[in-house]
């Protein structure tokens, strides 16, 4: 089946520095995608999300980029910092409000 | 913000018994709410979708009759594990979605342990 995929299962970044954590992703009819972040034993936390019609967007800190020829995700964080140290997760959305989730990154900050 | 809330939080049980987990979406009405499973190191995979008054629509492989969801109003949703056996034993997630929105307010996960 078709399903949403990520290149790095862990990243490991010195704090201060910038994040990019990458996704790949199969559907082409999906319309909409989303970042979570996940930390241990806790649900998932929305981040920022992007509309299949638009191929950036900024939150504060972070930038997700979609690149549809590729069918490529990234989220950037910027001065990336201890509280990020998360498992991050690409969801897409397609069929309605079916949201699938990628396979995660586990993100480490040192200090 | 929108507060998705769970109940229990964890639980343990024996072997064939039954465990409901609640999810209540508490400062919204939630048209539409969505089960997810999730074993260690994994992802979440979506088990089933519910909208209010109607029965829920289950994903490829997920058994029904082992899964019970419940969405008898707009803001509670249960899922009710039926004999339960330790390879049940995951964290169960839901999320919620108000009509017209694209968010999905996710709960805080119940981590269930079957013995």
């Known amino acids: 089946g078709e399903s949403v995929g990520l290149h790095l299962p862990t990243l490991s970044v010195q704090e201060g520095d910038n994040s990019i954590i990458n996704c790949a992703y199969s559907n082409s009819a999906s319309d909409y995608f989303i970042w979570y972040k996940q930390e241990s034993g806790k649900g998932p936390q929305f981040i920022i999300d992007?509309?299949?019609?638009?191929d950036k967007r900024q939150g504060q800190r972070v930038t997700v980029l979609l690149n549809k020829t590729v069918k490529h995700l990234s989220l950037q964080i910027a001065a990336t910092q201890p509280g990020d140290s998360a498992v991050y997760f690409c969801a897409e959305r397609f069929g309605g409000f079916k949201t699938i989730f990628g396979a995660g990154t586990r993100l480490f900050v040192k200090a | 913000g929108a507060v998705v809330s769970q109940h229990p939080s964890w639980v343990i049980c024996k072997s064939g018994t039954s465990v409901k987990i609640e999810c209540r979406s508490l400062d919204f009405q939630a048209t539409t709410m969505f089960w997810y499973r999730q074993f260690p190191k994994q992802s979440l995979m979506l088990m089933a979708t519910s909208n209010e008054g109607s029965k829920a629509t289950y994903e490829q492989g997920v058994e029904k009759d082992k899964f019970l969801i419940n969405h008898a109003s707009l803001t509670l949703s249960t899922l009710t594990v039926t004999s339960a056996h330790p390879e049940d034993s995951s964290f169960y997630i839901c999320?919620?979605?108000?009509?017209?929105?694209?968010?999905?307010?996710f709960g805080p996960g119940t981590r269930l342990t079957v013995l």
């Open positions: 992007i509309r299949s019609n638009m």
């Open positions: 999320s919620a979605r108000v009509a017209g929105e694209n968010t999905q307010y």
